[in-house]
């Protein structure tokens, strides 16, 4: 069973920085595809960036390229996605998702599994 583990979302000033982590489980996940999406309170649920596990680009939303990365870490099974210059429209709870495929895709259907979420918020 394929289960993620998101953490390291918080509290933090416009113009600083967090980093998200999603930990996986239960799977090899080199011919996985993973991602991060957002959600604010009344808004439907956004694309941020994916990227297949094993190789190629990440894929990004607009508003968040060159602020915005994500990585991966093969020995710890885990992804990260690393914030900076926040500004408060990106105050969201940030959801990791996982799809078995090399494509990363950016529609929620696509997605097989989903971590719990984790709260990001920006004051100004």
């Known amino acids: 069973q394929v289960r993620l583990v998101e953490s390291g979302g918080g509290l933090v000033q416009a113009g600083g920085s967090l980093r998200l982590s999603c930990t996986a489980s239960?799977?090899?996940?080199?011919?996985?595809?993973m991602a991060w999406f957002r959600q604010a309170p009344g808004k439907e649920r956004e694309f941020v960036a994916a990227?297949?596990?094993?190789?190629?680009?990440?894929d990004y939303t607009d508003s968040v390229k060159g602020r915005f990365t994500m990585s991966r870490d093969n020995a710890e099974n885990t992804v990260y996605l690393h914030m900076n210059s926040l500004n408060p429209e990106d105050t969201a709870a940030y959801y990791c998702?996982?799809?078995?495929?090399?494509?990363?895709?950016?529609?929620?259907?696509?997605?097989?599994?989903w971590g719990q979420g984790t709260q990001v918020t920006v004051s100004s």
């Open positions: 990227r297949s596990w094993s190789a190629g680009a990440t």
């Open positions: 239960g799977r090899t996940f080199s011919t996985y595809s």
């Open positions: 998702a996982a799809r078995s495929g090399s494509t990363p895709y950016r529609t929620t259907s696509r997605y097989n599994y």
